[in-house]
């Protein structure tokens, strides 16, 4: 998306790392900022702003450009959902949702049933607890 304002326009933003009196300035170009601080090279900086667009970075300063936003943002457009709740609305004597249940779990496969067995057994114990075993007939299970 592109950012609204004037195209092309930008400023150079100046944050003095040292200083707390003025942290920030902004400049309406490099060139003016290298001839009020003569020790950065304009050069080095430029290479910097311009190549990779990253801003240029030492012990005192960090430099950025940044464009000039002359008219408000627009609004972001509504987020449409996409998944669509699934209700079924009956009257309570109506449901029917043991049959609804039972009908389901058996097109599952056997595999998947179990293992929705066992988590739900799961669920029920305890932190290291097992799960008692004593009760269970062992059978092969055929997939």
Known sequence: MEMPGIQ????????WKNS???PFEVFSNLKNFCLSYPKFSYNTISNYLSK???AYENQEIRIERKNIISKPKPA??????KIVPVLRRVMLKDAY??????????GRPVKERA???TYIISQSLAKGQR???TKLIKKRMYA
């Open 76 to 81: 972001p457009e509504p987020r449409i959902r």
């Open 115 to 117: 293992a929705a067995v």
């Open 97 to 106: 949702d043991e049959q609804n249940d039972l009908e389901y779990w058996l």
């Open 8 to 15: 092309g326009k930008r400023v150079i933003v100046v944050f």
């Open 52 to 54: 990779a667009k990253v």
């Open 131 to 133: 799960m008692d075993k």
């Open 20 to 22: 707390t009196e003025n």
